[in-house]
């Protein structure tokens, strides 16, 4: 396979995998988090205020490594620097 | 399909050419400050008090409310700051319902900007509230070992801070322009209300991150100063 398929079909299943593997944890994570804030909330109703902000920020946190996964992959879709590379030479 | 509304070039004045994250950033700003004046020549003390006023008390007293139960202390010294990027942020990823509006949220710059005056201002508040060698004793605390891991930690914070805001609104946009190629009335719809309730969920989120970064070298002095003293009269 020449280098500019190669690239193609490696940036391609890369792309799919990183999004696919990168949301996984922090769904189950955000799982945790909200079913441990729930349970806090039913039994401390008047605390409410302070754990919903907390879990907020929590899941503010734990939603970044999806975030990380989600911008690698939108790099490797559309702003891969190797199948540009390879764009320009076969435009020459 | 562009990915940041910094490559769209909407101006250009001489040799400067304006994109499309600074011309929405200029519009959010001075749509800010419109409003603001617009209510303060109208306010009053009385009972009846006109709606854009009844609405700014809302938000600033909601505004106070959380930073006084974040910070333990009185709110009015963070409200400029806090308050002010939890307004900016909130009004441009609610204005993309706007047709022709592209957020300027979702542009890296704008985000790693808005982190960086974070960032700037953890020391200034630190510094300001226990003057210098109290707040870079803090650093060495609990033992001086830890003092890369605090430098890693306060870094890598302030990226995750940008990171965020700019997947967030840039994924929403990037949704809502997919869906129009493939389903073009309904979804693209549902789509663009969601990007509006998790744009203000992340103004909020990121007001409460810088809070709570503010609050953590502030108060971290407090405890410290407050068992030094114990510690002294105790000695004496």
């Not at chain 2, 399909?1 to 101006?11: A, C, H, Q, R």
């Not at chain 2, 519009?27 to 854009?52: H, N």
């Not at chain 2, 493939?182 to 969601?194: D, E, G, R, S, Y």
Request: proline share 5%.
């Amino acid at each position: 396979m020449a280098g500019i398929e190669l690239v193609a079909v490696v940036s391609i299943i890369i792309g799919g995998l990183t999004i696919m593997i990168g949301s996984i944890g922090p769904a189950f994570a955000e799982g945790r988090a909200v079913a441990q804030a729930l349970e806090a909330i039913a039994q401390q109703p008047d605390e409410s205020g302070t754990i919903t902000r907390t879990l907020f920020v929590g899941l503010a946190m734990i939603e970044s490594t999806a975030i990380y996964c989600f911008v690698v992959t939108l790099i490797v879709l559309f702003a891969n620097p190797f199948w540009n590379y390879f764009v320009e030479q076969a435009g020459r | 399909m562009e990915l940041t509304p910094d490559t769209i070039v909407l101006f250009e004045v001489g040799p400067v050419a304006l994109n499309a994250t600074i011309v929405f950033t200029w519009v959010v700003m001075l749509l800010l400050v419109l409003a603001a004046c617009l209510v303060r020549r109208g306010i009053t003390s009385d009972v009846e008090i006109s709606p854009g006023q009844n609405l700014l008390e809302i938000i600033v007293d909601g505004m106070r409310g959380q930073i006084r139960e974040l910070a333990q202390d009185t709110p009015d010294q963070y409200l400029t700051f806090v308050g002010t990027l939890f307004l900016f942020i909130a009004l441009s990823n609610i204005m993309t319902i706007v047709p022709g509006f592209q957020a300027p949220t979702a542009s890296p710059s704008t985000t790693l900007a808005l982190a960086l005056c974070v960032f700037a201002s953890v020391p200034i508040y630190g510094i300001s509230r226990r003057g210098l060698r109290g707040y870079l004793l803090q650093y060495v605390r609990p033992t001086p070992l830890m003092l890369p891991f605090h430098i890693i930690g306060e870094i890598s914070r302030t990226i995750a801070l940008a990171i965020r805001l700019f997947g967030n609104i840039m994924a929403g946009a990037l949704i809502v322009a997919v869906l129009l190629k493939i389903v073009p009335i309904f979804l693209p719809t549902v789509m663009q209300a969601l990007g509006l309730l998790t744009g203000l969920v992340q103004a909020y989120i990121f007001a409460v991150l810088a809070m709570v970064y503010i609050a953590s070298a502030t108060r971290a002095s407090e405890a410290t100063r407050q068992s030094e003293t114990e510690a002294s009269e105790a000695e004496s």
